[in-house]
């Protein structure tokens, strides 16, 4: 029985060997939640995550590519917008990076509390981040509860089919010099989105590209 057990206890936490804390970009560094007492390089920011919480853990490409541009986006006082947040590891980083509040939106209700969880584990309390459960695609009245006009970075790190009729609302949540950055994109479907932010009146002022996935940052057309 006592094998048993400390098998069972094994299986548990045998996964937690594959993650090890990642450098991503030139400022943020993840760290999982279990390593939050090891030292962090100089002039790195670190974000802690618990990968075992699902939803985005930072390994993958079209999240790193977000943070990335994020970094270079991000300023002092900023509000950030996350259009679907996940587990919020953008918003936080944001926030980690300097920016004053953050809003994180998921259609999936689940996404609030590990979002939450994730945010006090990195000293965020919910007077600088708000988690909610909403569609901005379809609930129009939700979609204007957010605020208009109020957001100097939008963030949706999400996939193509959904980015595409995104594009349509980003502006309307966006300061008029903000950027909105958008990822989770495989590159076979990037000119079919770049198009869309074309249409809906968006320049694309970067792209970046790792391991077939593609994000973009954007701004209003002047």
Request: glycine share 14%; aromatic share 4%.
């Given at each position: 029985y006592a094998a048993r057990s400390l098998q069972e206890e094994d299986w548990a936490t045998g996964w937690q060997k594959y993650y090890k804390p990642l450098e991503v970009g030139a400022r943020i560094y993840i760290v999982?939640?279990?390593?939050?007492?090891?030292?962090?390089?100089?002039?790195?920011?670190?974000?802690?995550?618990?990968?075992?919480?699902?939803?985005?853990?930072?390994?993958?490409?079209?999240?790193?590519?977000?943070?990335?541009?994020?970094?270079?986006?991000?300023?002092?006082?900023?509000?950030?917008?996350?259009?679907?947040?996940?587990?919020?590891?953008?918003?936080?980083?944001a926030l980690r990076l300097g920016a004053e509040r953050a809003v994180g939106v998921d259609i999936d209700p689940k996404a609030v509390d590990v979002a939450y969880e994730n945010a006090a584990m990195n000293g965020i309390g919910r007077d600088r981040l708000r988690v909610l459960a909403g569609d901005v695609l379809s609930d129009r009245t939700f979609a204007q509860s957010l605020g208009q006009g109020a957001y100097p970075v939008v963030l949706a790190n999400i996939v193509a089919d959904v980015i595409i009729p995104l594009s349509a609302k980003a502006g309307q949540f966006l300061t008029g010099d903000g950027w909105f950055l958008c990822s989770g994109i495989i590159d076979t479907r990037a000119d079919e989105v770049a198009a869309a932010l074309a249409r809906n009146g968006l320049t694309v002022t970067e792209r970046r590209e790792r391991a077939g996935w593609v994000s973009f940052t954007a701004r209003r057309a002047r």
């Open positions: 999982p939640q279990w390593m939050r007492d090891q030292p962090v390089p100089e002039g790195r920011v670190p974000l802690y995550l618990n990968p075992g919480l699902t939803f985005g853990t930072g390994n993958h490409a079209s999240t790193q590519l977000c943070l990335e541009g994020l970094e270079r986006a991000v300023r002092p006082g900023d509000a950030v917008l996350d259009l679907g947040c996940g587990s919020g590891i953008l918003a936080i980083a």
